[in-house]
């Protein structure tokens, strides 16, 4: 599927059970294909090859506790002292990014205290920086390169 992002070359190959899958580059195996995973694995290749952001300092499907209660956070980006950054959500191209998005990723960073929130669909992508001091918001007009967070 075709996506508003620049076209990347990925390592895909057909499981056991004959379904498609992808090398996850952060996480160094293959896993599903799905059409979420497909945003993700594009969106990471932009920012890593086109944004700068360094893949050692990324990681996929990271776990956090939230109320008690186990959730994922689809990408987490670091700073050079190893505190979250950027926090990632990812949205098949056919879901749309709503308000119900958003707050999805807002719990997320109240465990997180990430500087930045992306959401993309592969499609649509928003970037917000949050200002912890003013407790507002900043909607940036691009995604922005690492170097200049």
């Known amino acids: 599927m075709n996506l508003n992002l620049p076209e990347k070359k990925f390592n895909i190959k057909k499981g056991l059970d004959g379904k498609h899958q992808i090398l996850d580059r952060l996480r160094h195996r293959f896993v599903a294909l799905t059409p979420e995973e497909w945003v993700r694995q594009n969106f990471v ?3 890593i090859e ?4 360094p ?5 996929n499907e990271v776990s956090l506790i939230q109320n008690g209660i186990s959730r994922r956070c689809d990408t ?5 002292n190893g505190h979250p950054f950027v926090i990632v959500e990812y949205k098949a191209p056919s879901i749309a990014i709503t308000q119900a ?3 999805q990723i807002v719990r997320y960073n109240m465990v997180l205290q990430a500087s930045y929130l992306m959401v993309s669909n592969g499609l649509t992508h928003y970037c917000c ?3 912890y001091e003013t407790n507002s918001y900043t909607f940036l007009t691009e995604i922005p390169g690492y170097e200049s967070l």
């Open 76 to 80: 987490l980006v670091a700073d050079r």
């Open 45 to 47: 290749a932009f920012l």
């Open 101 to 103: 998005v958003f707050d």
């Open 55 to 59: 893949a050692g300092l990324m990681a």
């Open 50 to 53: 086109d944004r700068g952001y």
């Open 129 to 131: 920086r949050i200002d």
